[in-house]
């Protein structure tokens, strides 16, 4: 049964490939992703947590430089010099030359990042989509290069995780130039971390190893949290880096994309 | 067999082109709608930055969180702007009126601060509950909140939005919160005062705490502030 969906997705999505040499509106640099069920990290054993996600649209690639540059030079509010400190910290774009220009060691077509949630999510606006959410992110990192689903890859598991473990090289390369995976959406995992809709969805205490739960008196809901997949160690690893972030917050290793619902 | 998923195939390229070329377009005038409308909103945000040093967005101070620039809708379903709170020392926290622990202690916590200052005091003092389930938290809904809670409107006010800037506040408060399948949320437990330009001056975190610190700070504030 499986079978046949698998080569139909695999034809409609080589069909967006044979599109993608027309004039390049948002849509062609974006994947589709169909609708799933994520299972996020930690859940109350008790209830049914499971997040259904509806089908959209990804972008293919992390936002580059070069796109940001373009969205700061016709937004000066989002200038460095210009920005608020509450919606991007002191180091927003520090490693480019000035408000409108990169820099000659700047590579424009590598992701950007030192970029604040803030800032991605006036970026998203402004061209029409949004961010993705942490469920519609993962559910898209998911996929290696020949599944929907890598994590039952042990291979791919190590993979990722060899990329986490290596410190964050001086300069980026060009987007593209890492994994892509069974959706054509590349980058997810190898380049950037990002940003996402709702990281602050997140919810952990200082004390958050096996099963202590959260505290109740600082955060509200259910009492006891067990994690669903201890085998997921990458996206405890991300689990664990979003709850530390917060919307200002910006990092050489942290960059985003975009998402958009299908109308 | 092979035949048929070739003609499948062809079928289902055909359509999709078909399907591409359609939402081409139509993407394509989204696009430029959306870009229209988010146009005016930049102007109207980046008209009034000064340059250099204390830079300030409308009339609002750099550390201010007013400069989100969002609308919302009272108890009463009268539209305030996060600017009209502006003037005011603020008592400020995200709940949600179905939650059934935590939400009224925050409120009962903020009831205390409330009981422990003088009139004098409280003069300058508003007490703002924003919603964090716009969904389900519609004006009423919250004025029964309000009621329930013994909340006094001459100096409450109770707030639901749009999700977007619902997250906007909470980014900026460092409020993590996460909604669960049954309609709950999970949510941080924060009391923030917020200064009378919106700045945030003391956060208080978790229930059933002292109090003693964040009526020092709000009594001081006031203080300064006359």
């Given at each position: 049964m499986?079978?046949?969906?698998k080569?139909?997705?695999?034809?409609?999505?080589?069909?967006?490939f044979?599109?993608?040499?027309?004039?390049?509106?948002?849509?062609s640099?974006?994947?589709?992703?169909?609708?799933?069920?994520y299972t996020?990290?930690?859940?109350?054993?008790?209830?049914?947590?499971?997040?259904?996600?509806?089908?959209?649209?990804?972008?293919?690639?992390?936002?580059?430089?070069?796109e940001?540059?373009?969205?700061?030079?016709?937004?000066?509010?989002?200038?460095?010099?210009?920005?608020?400190?509450?919606?991007?910290?002191?180091?927003?774009?520090?490693?480019?030359?000035?408000?409108?220009?990169?820099?000659p060691?700047v590579?424009?077509?590598?992701?950007?990042t030192?970029?604040?949630?803030?800032?991605?999510?006036a970026?998203?606006?402004?061209?029409?989509k949004?961010?993705?959410?942490?469920?519609?992110?993962?559910?898209?990192?998911?996929?290696?290069?020949?599944?929907?689903?890598?994590?039952?890859?042990?291979?791919?598991?190590?993979?990722?995780l060899a990329?986490?473990?290596?410190?964050?090289?001086?300069?980026?390369?060009?987007?593209?130039?890492?994994?892509?995976?069974?959706?054509?959406?590349?980058?997810?995992?190898?380049?950037?971390?990002?940003?996402?809709?709702d990281?602050?969805?997140?919810?952990?205490?200082?004390?958050?190893?096996?099963?202590?739960?959260?505290?109740?008196?600082?955060?509200?809901?259910?009492?006891?949290v067990?994690?669903?997949?201890?085998?997921?160690?990458p996206?405890?690893?991300?689990?664990?880096?979003?709850?530390?972030?917060?919307?200002?917050?910006?990092?050489?290793?942290?960059?985003?994309?975009?998402?958009?619902?299908?109308? | 067999?092979?035949?048929?998923?070739?003609?499948?195939?062809?079928?289902?390229?055909?359509?999709?082109s078909?399907?591409?070329?359609?939402?081409?377009?139509?993407?394509?005038k989204?696009?430029a709608?959306?870009?229209?409308?988010?146009?005016p909103?930049?102007?109207?945000?980046?008209?009034?930055?000064?340059?250099?040093?204390e830079?300030?967005?409308?009339?609002?101070?750099?550390?201010?969180?007013?400069?989100?620039?969002?609308?919302?809708?009272?108890?009463?379903?009268?539209?305030?702007?996060?600017?009209?709170?502006?003037g005011k020392?603020?008592?400020?926290a995200?709940?949600?009126?179905?939650c059934?622990y935590?939400?009224?202690i925050?409120?009962?916590?903020?009831?205390?601060?409330?009981e422990?200052?003088?009139?004098?005091?409280?003069?300058?003092?508003?007490?703002?509950?924003?919603?964090?389930?716009?969904?389900?938290?519609?004006?009423?809904?919250?004025?029964?909140?309000?009621?329930?809670?013994?909340?006094?409107?001459a100096?409450?006010?109770?707030?639901?939005?749009?999700?977007?800037?619902i997250?906007d506040?909470?980014?900026?408060l460092g409020?993590?919160?996460?909604?669960?399948?049954?309609?709950?949320?999970?949510h941080?437990?924060?009391?923030?005062?917020?200064?009378?330009?919106?700045?945030?001056?003391?956060?208080?975190?978790?229930?059933?705490?002292d109090?003693?610190?964040?009526?020092?700070?709000?009594?001081?504030?006031?203080?300064?502030g006359?």
């Amino acid at each position: 049964m499986k079978n046949p969906i698998k080569i139909i997705l695999l034809i409609l999505f080589s069909s967006f490939f044979i599109f993608a040499g027309k004039p390049q509106t948002d849509i062609s640099r974006m994947s589709l992703i169909p609708a799933g069920i994520y299972t996020p990290l930690y859940v109350d054993d008790t209830t049914d947590q499971n997040i259904n996600v509806e089908s959209f649209l990804i972008d293919k690639y992390p936002v580059t430089n070069k796109e940001f540059l373009k969205f700061v030079t016709e937004n000066p509010k989002w200038r460095k010099s210009e920005v608020s400190k509450l919606f991007a910290d002191d180091s927003y774009l520090i490693y480019w030359k000035n408000d409108t220009e990169l820099g000659p060691d700047v590579n424009p077509g590598a992701p950007v990042t030192n970029i604040s949630w803030f800032a991605a999510k006036a970026f998203a606006n402004y061209y029409g989509k949004r961010l993705p959410s942490t469920a519609e992110w993962e559910l898209a990192a998911r996929a290696d290069e020949k599944s929907a689903n890598g994590y039952k890859n042990p291979e791919y598991v190590s993979k990722i995780l060899a990329w986490y473990s290596e410190p964050t090289s001086a300069s980026l390369p060009d987007v593209g130039s890492s994994n892509k995976n069974f959706y054509e959406v590349y980058d997810m995992l190898g380049l950037v971390w990002e940003w996402t809709s709702d990281f602050f969805n997140a919810l952990v205490t200082g004390e958050s190893r096996g099963n202590s739960g959260i505290d109740r008196n600082l955060f509200c809901g259910s009492g006891s949290v067990g994690a669903t997949d201890f085998t997921n160690y990458p996206a405890f690893m991300r689990f664990a880096f979003r709850s530390s972030l917060k919307g200002n917050y910006t990092t050489s290793n942290l960059g985003f994309r975009c998402a958009k619902d299908i109308k | 067999m092979k035949k048929l998923i070739l003609i499948s195939a062809f079928i289902v390229i055909t359509a999709a082109s078909l399907i591409m070329i359609l939402a081409n377009g139509s993407n394509n005038k989204n696009t430029a709608d959306n870009i229209l409308q988010e146009k005016p909103k930049e102007e109207t945000k980046s008209c009034c930055s000064s340059g250099e040093g204390e830079k300030t967005s409308g009339s609002f101070t750099a550390n201010s969180i007013y400069q989100i620039n969002s609308v919302w809708k009272n108890q009463f379903g009268n539209e305030i702007n996060i600017g009209d709170l502006k003037g005011k020392t603020q008592v400020f926290a995200m709940i949600f009126a179905n939650c059934t622990y935590a939400c009224p202690i925050i409120a009962n916590d903020m009831r205390r601060i409330e009981e422990s200052l003088s009139s004098d005091e409280l003069k300058q003092i508003q007490f703002t509950l924003v919603s964090i389930d716009p969904e389900r938290d519609t004006p009423e809904k919250l004025k029964q909140f309000a009621k329930d809670q013994n909340l006094n409107f001459a100096r409450w006010q109770l707030l639901t939005g749009d999700r977007s800037d619902i997250d906007d506040l909470a980014a900026l408060l460092g409020f993590r919160y996460k909604k669960e399948n049954d309609g709950s949320f999970s949510h941080s437990n924060i009391i923030t005062i917020l200064n009378k330009e919106g700045e945030i001056i003391h956060q208080q975190v978790g229930l059933n705490q002292d109090i003693a610190n964040t009526l020092n700070i709000i009594k001081n504030h006031n203080k300064q502030g006359v």
